[in-house]
């Protein structure tokens, strides 16, 4: 049924937005791909879980805790990986391989601490049924999804438009160093921009953890996946490109699997990735152009 | 002695030739680095070579050195396709195009039965001895010597550090790009066909993210300008796993943190082949 | 034996060259000067490929080089420095030079594969030129140093040494004398007299007048775009609109 297709689609394609806003937005201040921003979107969903089953937190609360830890991880990732790397200069390569050890090192310590089996948020942490509107079935997983989604997509678009930080951000994304004569503290908000980022893919974990009902140590890996296909598809380094990345992904996805086979779920949405990449490698809204240094 | 011998083989055979394949799969990405260029396809070339490789041994009866040079030419016929559109890509926007390539192909074969879909292919006959590996190795290192002495391999270097002015220098930089780059991929295969021979099994999860990046840190830890490097890092960290096989879930945990110290503190690798550069020039001009 | 006609280009609506020509004749040294943005490094981008113009049409020898490929044209006979130093500084000043001659190299994947002796009577005799190459530079001394060991001056010798290894018929310099002592200066002076002996024509942009006055044997004046003089040194000394290109309109 049509409509519901769109709701679940805009529902899916919402946090694929979120996730990739975070992935996009490191890359393009920071001008590194942030490869443990998987794992970030996977100790979210930890994060929330445990407050819930522990401290028996009320999910909205614990939804932002999560997202202000994650971000603090990020920080902290930052720090002690992207910084010295920044500091000499490092080749592209360099963060790449160094996140992806900080990915495998943080997968394997959940792993080991956690348990590797799938988690599930305790019943009654959302109310379980379903608004009906017509035909409609929404959860409130779907609409607590949107209502976020859109708060923090519109909260960034408002950062990085109509504020001074934004302008900063904008300007370093140009150009470091021309943003450093201006006077603007680079590093400080090299932090500040992974806190956002990291803050993101906390919320994005824990959306998916709730509305799939399954966490796991190894959630981050197909999540990150995603989130470079829609980075490839929506264009590097461009906010609009992940918000349209994202949500060109989630309808791709829900409507395969709706009217096509679930088989075809991955190869529909990499065949598209596929084409993009032979015919315009930078996506639909990327820039080729190496970053000024 | 060589009972002894008999012994260790039949105990070590598997992680003797994983080494030896590791150690061909680091060197075919150390080549494409040479050139420049961060291809994260290495491990679907892998996988190319192993499913063609296997589908002839097993569906056609092919021979076995036939079918190993099928394994080269099958992915390098791939890399000379996509690499003209994606090698117009630099730096990190190459390898995440590369990545993608990966992840389609790999979504591709899931779903072809004919090769096995999901399950891939079981059943393949174990026909790569010792002797396959080293034979290849052996062949792969002199090839690689031997390029590195050449104008090609200069130009690989110019390439990688300036473009643009290598170019200027009559270099045919496209050429030269789809060159380092479908040679790694048939590297890749090859590795992926004699893999595919003693693993009796293969799958499209076997040549996923994960395993372009294994290869890129055995390359890169191992020291990514020499030759001897890839050997070392594929060597190395494949006995790591199996040195830290007892702590087993954090296993894994100590892998990603070599990987985070090394980029950190040893950023050219364990061995990088500059000091022997310098001293190689010098006695070549008097020589 | 060097033409440029009717050369345009525009960017954006930017019109950053006005139907520019002009001629280079062989054998000659000569200058194309102007005030900042004036356009002359696009001419140089346009020679070598870099970058295509709209409209115009750029001969060497006759051949038409609009339209070829960077490497093509430096296969042709024309080398080229940048204002900003293009070294390759990991490679040894050796190496560089070495990359250089990369054209003349006729060996195949066959003889260097099998360690022939046309690839080894090749190589050897191209290290041979190359280190003659860095010794009229006086760089022979540091032929196995990596490249960004050198001090500015030096890495712009090497950069002059690498052009000349590509056995150019017309050699482009992009501001060869920016950021050097006097010393260095006449230095480069006296060089550049020795590579037109060994028959190689030269075309340069520079902002040292004195240098391009000393030095050249014909200047072209650009100003946005357009070619605003042509001739011999004495004549553009003189010229009220190149002084005024420079110094500004001059109050009446």
Redesign the interface.
């Known amino acids: 049924m049509l409509s519901q297709q769109l709701l679940n689609a805009l529902s899916l394609g919402s946090v694929y937005a979120v996730f990739a806003l975070g992935f996009t937005l490191i ?1 393009g201040v920071l001008g590194v ?1 942030n490869l443990s921003h998987g794992v970030i979107f996977m100790m979210g969903s930890y994060i929330a879980l445990q407050l819930v089953t522990l401290l028996h937190l009320p999910i909205v609360l614990a939804l932002v805790v999560a997202a202000i830890l994650s971000g603090l991880l990020a920080v902290v990732i930052d720090w002690l ?1 992207l910084r ?2 920044r500091a ?1 200069n ?1 080749p ?3 963060p ?3 996140t ?10 959940i ?2 601490l956690m348990g ?1 089996e799938i988690r599930r948020f305790p019943s009654g942490t959302l109310p379980e049924e379903s608004i009906t509107w017509g035909d409609l079935h929404i959860t409130y997983v779907q609409i607590g999804i949107m209502v976020i989604a859109i708060m923090m997509m519109v909260g960034l678009w408002l950062l990085m438009k109509k504020t001074q930080l934004g302008r900063a951000l904008r300007a370093i994304a140009e150009s470091p160093k021309a943003a450093a004569l201006l006077g603007i503290p680079v590093e400080k908000l090299f932090y500040c921009t992974s806190f956002m980022a990291g803050s993101l893919g906390g919320v994005a974990g824990v959306l998916v953890g709730l509305s799939f009902n399954a966490i796991s140590p190894f959630m981050g ?1 197909p999540m990150l ?1 995603k989130g ?2 829609v ?2 598809l929506g264009g ?1 380094g461009d906010i609009r490109g992940a918000l349209i990345g994202g949500l060109f992904l989630g309808f791709a996805e829900v409507f395969s699997v709706a009217y096509l086979s679930s ?2 779920r ?2 529909i949405a ?2 598209l ?2 084409l993009i ?3 315009k ?2 996506g639909l809204f ?1 820039r ?1 152009l ?1 970053r000024k240094a | 002695m060589l009972e002894w011998l008999e012994t260790f083989w039949s105990t070590y055979n598997t992680l003797i030739l994983s080494i030896g394949i590791n150690s061909l799969l680091a060197l075919s990405i150390a080549l494409t680095l040479s050139c420049g260029l961060l291809s994260l396809a290495n491990a679907a070339f892998m996988g190319i070579g192993a499913y063609a490789a296997a589908t002839l041994t097993m569906q056609f009866n092919c021979p076995f050195e036939l079918a190993l040079i099928l394994s080269i030419l099958t992915p390098v016929c791939v890399a000379l396709l996509i690499g003209l559109p994606t090698l117009r890509l630099s730096g990190v926007y190459l390898a995440m195009a590369t990545l993608g390539f990966g992840e389609v192909l790999r979504v591709v074969i899931m779903n072809i039965d004919f090769i096995g879909g999901p399950m891939g292919l079981n059943g393949i006959p174990n026909l790569t001895s010792f002797w396959h590996v080293l034979a290849a190795l052996l062949l792969v290192v002199y090839l690689l010597w031997r390029l590195k002495a050449s104008k090609v391999g200069r130009a690989f270097v110019a390439i990688r550090e300036d473009e643009v002015a290598a170019k200027l220098m009559g270099i045919p930089v496209m050429q030269f790009k789809l060159l380092a780059f479908s040679l790694g991929a048939g590297i890749a295969g090859l590795a992926g066909g004699l893999n595919a021979h003693f693993t009796y099994t293969i799958g499209p999860n076997s040549y996923a993210f994960e395993n372009a990046v294994e290869i890129l840190t055995m390359a890169v830890f191992g020291g990514a300008n020499s030759l001897l490097g890839p050997i070392l890092g594929g060597t190395l960290l494949t006995l790591l796993p199996e040195v830290l096989r007892g702590l087993k879930e954090y296993r894994l945990a100590v892998n990603g943190l070599v990987l985070i110290l090394v980029v950190l503190y040893l950023p050219n690798g364990l061995w990088s082949g500059k000091s022997r550069r310098i001293k190689k020039s010098m006695t070549s001009v008097q020589g | 034996m060097f033409e440029i006609k009717n050369l345009s280009k525009n960017f954006g609506g930017l019109e950053i060259l006005k139907d520019v020509s002009l001629t280079v004749q062989k054998g000659s040294i000569s200058a194309l000067i102007g005030p900042n943005g004036a356009g002359k490094t696009t001419v140089f981008n346009c020679i070598t490929g870099l970058v295509k113009p709209n409209l115009g049409s750029i001969q060497l020898e006759g051949q038409e080089l609009i339209g070829l490929a960077s490497h093509q044209v430096t296969r042709l006979g024309v080398a080229r420095t940048f204002q900003n130093i293009r070294i390759f500084k990991e490679m040894t000043l050796l190496e560089n030079v070495l990359v250089g001659m990369h054209s003349h190299l006729n060996y195949g994947s066959k003889d260097w594969l099998l360690a022939r002796s046309s690839y080894k009577e090749q190589e050897k005799q191209a290290r041979e030129t190359a280190y003659e190459l860095l010794s009229l530079f006086g760089l022979h001394h540091q032929h196995a140093q990596t490249a960004n060991s050198l001090s500015y001056g030096e890495q712009r010798q090497l950069e002059f040494a690498r052009a000349l290894a590509t056995k150019p018929q017309l050699l482009l310099l992009d501001e060869p004398v920016a950021g050097m002592n006097a010393a260095e200066k006449s230095r480069l002076m006296k060089e550049v007299e020795l590579i037109r002996q060994r028959g190689v024509t030269i075309f340069l942009i520079e902002h040292d007048m004195r240098f391009v006055m000393e030095l050249c044997d014909q200047i072209t004046v650009l100003n946005f775009g357009q070619v605003i003089a042509q001739g011999e040194p004495e004549v553009i000394k003189n010229h009220p609109g190149v002084i005024e290109a420079y110094l500004g309109a001059v109050e009446a």
């Open positions: 890359f791909i990986v010295p790397l000499r490092a592209h390569l360099a790449m391989i160094a992806i050890g900080v990915s495998i090192l943080l997968t394997s310590l792993q080991g590797a890996q996946h470079i296909a980075i490839i590097m088989d075809f991955d190869a990499f065949g990735l596929f990449l032979l015919i490698p930078s990327g080729i190496e």
